[in-house]
């Protein structure tokens, strides 16, 4: 189970950038280079008048009405008059800010105006514009402070729309051992996005879909399908933030009793636009869905998790440091096993399985002493029935609590000119052992586990270190033995990378990193039921070593894991596996790219002396034989096995030779012929003696449209 | 010689007191107790469990005709004594000898979760038994008990759960992305017991998708995993430069499942609104990927060809999941990112002209930034056209 730090590191605007007032001076801070640099731009681009004691010390300058009347459209230019009197030592210490963005560089002189061209459109909405002048004695002094709304129309200040939608026709033009695919094949994808914008009020929906003429190639079954979607009302004003969505989402509670709980459903937030306040109500699909079937997610009543998520900034002065939440639902969960991407093994019976629950988590999470020490309580309890009304299994009432502790010894502390940072951390968590919810199906309850953690980061080098305590049984169950298990984690990185002050590294070495990992876990069966025939203890160990370095035009990687796991009993459990991996990828020239790789590993059962040697070698090459117009992929890959599980020896090779006639822009398409093809051949091992061959060569019609407004 | 043999089979049931003509004779049909091998198994706590059992029948002689079936309908979980859960999968084999034989049947079987969790809250032996009959003599012979015992983390590996979803967007089960697109797929898997994940990640591309989907591995994964719990699992980049439809299978080969979850995602030959159809990779020079931003700190960058205008960001830095690096850990995945932290919000930033690759940071910007905390810097290059062509990868540095 995840839960998120809630707290920004750097998110803290200083105090003394805040303009509000049309003229004021305060103290700078350092006169920069850069300043100079960029003023001196200005000066460069309006013209200088001379010197004269009174408009220097006391001048305004005007901003001009934009071309469009009332508003600014997102590529108008803004123009600002200048006193043509200044004279050029003013000029060179002006700076202009566009919201939070320095445009100094951009003004261009046009008569007595600066004239500000952005490269992108404005985004629609409220900006800010400050002229600033720092003076000889290292003061600021704000001439100039306007706020200027832009619109996308007169009817919304931001109507947006985009969409993006790819159709192939495919022909079959020669192939072998297709097992009845079809001769003619229609495939498209694609998404949209609309956006609606006017004053406080926003709205915007957004959605994906797959057509393909054959339906076992398809989302749901169905030939066309709604993928995911999402539709979004926002109301916010300088008191309120409220949402109302529907589609797929994640709340955003993170706590034992609802986790990563990202469905198909309808929810509804409301609260205060300081973040002091927010109530979340949600109902949610208890499954991930995909398809027009169940839009809403919420109509089966058997499979939906409902409830509310409460989240409090309290204290005014604690804003950023100090988080209330509490979660609470109620919910039903029927495995209908049509998913292809979640899928639970527990269908013993060949029936649905249901199950059900309700819950609450409250949680505190705290940052003090200038953000160095975190401090983060939960408590949860949940009722939770895991086969449902009328099972065989009376639900269970349990509870799980955490306490988290992490200080920064260490915070940016200067060591050769380079900040090192120096976390440590204690948690302590126990789960109930029928602590459950339909709603954080990952989570997994039954353990008492205390961890020690440490993350020291120095430049580019980085060291955790990790050291658990667990046992389960909690509630000590008399036909369940109690395990004490303990693991450590090492893991270090280091990237070597000289500034451009510094010597380079020799040429042959590239620019490397490197990193080691190591981890141990030791199960040790500390109590036993009377009669108990399940011994089963065990170390594991695993370690890893990887190395990669790039170059101007290629670059490489290699990586070695060697895993164990001793049955300590003296069972036939004993395992010793090594993988090695090892890959490149090289730019010859501007237009040809290639990527080889290659996996070996060996997995050795040392009782049962049975091996398993695997070996994976392929690799990915791309041209442009002609730019934008004639391209071509292929891809090759080799895989083979040996030993206890002997499996075919599998050559693969793909292509495509792409022609783009009409290259694709913003609303207008694009189209091309792909020539592109398969030949899979198998060949039988010492064992097997099975061949298989499978070739398929297509020629498709391609078209997409990338739409926009 | 049909004659023959049946004058054999005849004098052996004779021999034996019973009549092959007659229904259910008591010698006929299965003899002693079928075997289990083997003979126990243990089940992770608190998730759905299975064990694999052959189980050995001996039937003699076989019997009335030589498709005489030796079967058995169903198995049940006993606890102490009482069933509590039945496998409604009938084992069955035709005898084709007649002579004595033995039969095998191997059977893998799926142990409900409430069965695991009623054994572990009694103290009374858990068993999984079966018994077996002939069609001449259907009176069942009870097969020896296959004892079963509820283990903690230290048992056998068991999948319970595997969820495969797209790392960006975040959380989702189908993707519409764009040419050249960085995508990811992470598998979640919820596991009982302790040992090695084997498994590999495999896709079928447009090249084949389009008729007879050819599955090409893409990266052999080995995890060891331990004391039950959850494990994420990253896939390698995916490909996404065919435009067209792909399908990911996250296939494992041990322990063993009976069918791969898929994801399925599709790549668009289109541009990203506001951005060149080919976006270069700018090279941040400096400052050093975490290095020092002082007041005055100098930034400089590769060039882009076209450039009209550079625009240098700085974005919030965001802590990480520390729990999450927490749990990566306990397996023993190296974290790719060991600095916890992530770009968030633009704070500030600046533009420059085309032909500048190299500049002092404003005060306007610096100003903005707040002493001793880290943030990311990012540079955008326009072409003349309004569209970015190029970027660079967000680097972190720390204000001082």
């Known amino acids: ?709 | 010689m049909t004659v023959t043999l049946r004058t054999l089979v005849l004098l052996i049931a004779l021999a034996t007191g019973a009549s092959w003509l007659a229904v259910a004779p008591a010698k006929a049909g299965v003899q002693g107790q079928p075997i289990p091998s083997p003979n126990r198994a243990n089940l992770p706590f608190n998730q759905p469990g299975s064990f694999t059992v052959v189980w050995r029948v001996q039937d003699t002689p076989v019997t009335a005709t030589p498709s005489g079936e030796v079967f058995s309908p169903q198995g049940r979980f006993v606890l102490g004594g009482t069933v509590i859960g039945t496998v409604n999968r009938r084992l069955s084999q035709i005898a084709t000898t007649l002579s004595t034989a033995v039969f095998t049947f191997p059977e893998v079987v799926n142990v409900p979760r409430s069965v695991i969790i009623q054994a572990a809250k009694s103290n009374a032996p858990l068993t999984y038994e079966r018994s077996f009959a002939t069609t001449d003599n259907i009176q069942p012979t009870a097969a020896l008990p296959v004892s079963l015992a509820v283990t903690g983390g230290g048992g056998e590996l068991l999948l319970s759960r595997i969820e495969l979803t797209f790392e960006a967007p975040p959380d989702a089960r189908f993707a519409s992305v764009e040419q050249d697109a960085r995508l990811r797929a992470i598998a979640r898997i919820r596991f009982g017991g302790s040992g090695l994940l084997q498994a590999r990640w495999v896709i079928a591309d447009p090249t084949s998708t389009t008729g007879r989907a050819v599955f090409r591995t893409l990266q052999i994964v080995r995890r060891n995993v331990a004391a039950a719990g959850e494990v994420e699992i990253y896939s390698p980049p995916l490909p996404t430069r065919l435009q067209g439809l792909h399908e990911l299978r996250f296939e494992v080969d041990d322990p063993a499942i009976d069918s791969p979850p898929r994801l399925l995602y599709q790549v668009q030959l289109r541009q990203e609104p506001g951005f060149s159809p080919e976006v270069a990779t700018i090279s941040l020079l400096s400052p050093r990927p975490r290095g020092l931003l002082d007041d005055g700190a100098r930034i400089s960058w590769s060039a882009v060809p076209g450039a009209v205008a550079y625009k240098v960001v700085f974005l919030e830095s965001l802590a990480d999941d520390i729990v999450d690096l927490e749990e990566r850990a306990r397996y023993g995945e190296l974290a790719e990112d060991p600095g916890e932290t992530r770009p968030g919000e633009t704070v500030a930033g600046f533009y420059l002209p085309g032909d500048t690759t190299e500049t002092d940071v404003p005060g306007t910007s610096i100003t903005r930034l707040a002493r001793d905390r880290r943030y990311y810097v990012q540079v955008l290059g326009w072409g003349p056209d309004g569209l970015v062509i190029g970027r660079s990868e967000p680097q972190e540095v720390l204000r001082r």
Do not use: C
Request: hydrophobic fraction near 35%; charge should be negative; aromatic fraction near 10%.
């Open chain 1, 1 to 709: 189970m995840a839960r998120r730090a809630n707290f920004k590191t750097g998110n803290r605007e200083p105090e003394t950038l805040r303009p509000r007032r049309k003229t004021r001076r305060y103290a700078r801070q350092r006169r920069g280079g850069a300043a100079i640099l960029l003023a001196t731009g200005l000066a460069l681009a309006l013209p200088a008048g001379a010197p004269a004691q009174d408009q220097t010390q006391d001048w305004q300058p005007v901003l001009q009405p934009s071309q469009s009347g009332d508003y600014w459209t997102p590529n108008d230019p803004i123009a600002i008059f200048i006193p043509p009197e200044l004279p050029i030592e003013v000029l060179q210490n002006l700076a202009l800010e566009l919201d939070n963005f320095d445009v100094t560089s951009l003004i261009q002189r046009e008569g007595d105006f600066a004239l500000l061209r952005l490269p992108e459109p404005l985004a629609p909405g409220e900006h800010q514009l400050r002229l600033v002048e720092y003076g000889q004695d290292g003061s600021i002094t704000e001439r100039g402070f306007w706020t200027f709304e832009v619109r996308k129309n007169a009817a919304f200040q931001n109507v947006e729309a985009n969409a993006n939608v790819a159709f192939d026709g495919t022909r079959i033009l020669t192939g072998d051992n297709l097992q009845g695919a079809d001769d003619n094949i229609f495939q498209s994808g694609g998404e949209g996005r609309i956006v609606v914008q006017e004053g406080n009020w926003s709205a915007s929906t957004q959605a994906n879909y797959l057509y393909d003429s054959r339906d076992e190639q398809s989302l749901t079954g169905r030939e066309a399908d709604l993928g995911e979607y999402l539709t979004t009302l926002s109301f916010q004003s300088d008191d309120l933030s409220s949402n109302a969505r529907l589609g797929h989402h994640d709340i955003g509670a993170n706590d034992f009793i609802m986790s990563d709980f990202y469905r198909r459903g309808l929810s509804l937030d409301i609260g205060s636009a300081d973040s002091a306040v927010q109530v979340t109500g949600f109902a949610l699909s208890s499954q991930a869905l995909l398809g027009v079937e169940r839009i809403s997610g919420i109509e089966d009543p058997d499979d939906r998790v409902q409830g509310a998520h409460v989240r409090l900034r309290p204290i005014d002065s604690l804003r950023d440091n100090l988080e209330l939440t509490g979660t609470y639902y109620l919910g039903e969960k029927t495995d209908t096993f049509d998913n292809d991407f979640d899928i639970e093994f527990d269908d013993a019976f060949d029936v649905e399985e249901r199950s059900d629950g309700s819950g609450f988590a409250v949680a505190a999470d705290s940052l003090w002493f200038g953000e160095r020490l975190r401090l983060r309580g939960e408590f949860s309890r949940s009722r939770f029935d895991l086969d449902g009304a009328g099972g065989a299994v009376d639900p269970e009432t349990d509870e799980a609590y955490s306490a988290l502790a992490n200080y920064a010894i260490l915070q940016n502390e200067l060591v050769d000119e380079l900040p090192l940072n120096w976390n440590l951390g204690i948690q302590h968590e126990r789960l109930g052992t029928f602590f459950g919810s339909v709603a954080n199906p990952f989570l997994i309850g039954d353990r008492i586990t205390t961890t020690l953690f440490s993350d020291v980061t120095w430049d580019t080098f980085a060291f955790q270190a990790q050291a658990g305590h667990q046992t389960n049984n909690v509630n000590s169950l008399d036909g369940l033995p109690r395990d004490r298990t303990l693991n450590l984690f090492l893991n270090g990185s280091y990237a070597i990378f000289p500034g451009p002050e510094e010597e380079p590294l020799p040429e042959w070495l590239g620019l490397p990193s490197l990193g080691l990992s190591f981890s141990i876990v030791d199960i040790d069966q500390t109590d036993r039921p009377d009669d108990f025939i399940g011994e089963a203890e065990s170390q594991t160990i695993s370690s890893t070593a990887s190395f990669s370095t790039s170059y101007d035009t290629w670059s490489w990687y290699l990586s070695e894991t060697v895993s164990s796991v001793n049955d300590t009993l003296g069972g036939d459990g004993d395992t010793l596996g090594f993988l090695t991996s090892l890959g490149s990828q090289f730019l010859v020239g501007d237009r040809v790219s290639l990527a080889p790789y290659t996996q070996w590993s060996l997995d050795e059962n040392q009782n049962l002396n049975d091996t398993v040697h695997t070996w994976l070698v392929g690799f990915g090459a791309g041209a442009e034989i002609l730019p934008s117009v004639l391209s071509t992929n292929l891809n090759y890959s080799y895989s083979h096995a040996r030993g206890a599980q002997n499996t075919l020896d599998t050559h693969i090779f793909g292509g495509e030779l792409l022609w783009t006639f009409l290259q694709a822009e913003q609303n207008q398409p694009g189209m091309a012929f792909a020539l592109s093809g398969t030949i899979q051949e198998s060949h039988g091992s010492a064992i097997l003696s099975t061949q298989d061959r499978v070739y398929q060569v297509f020629l498709s019609l391609k078209t997409t449209l990338p739409a926009s407004y």
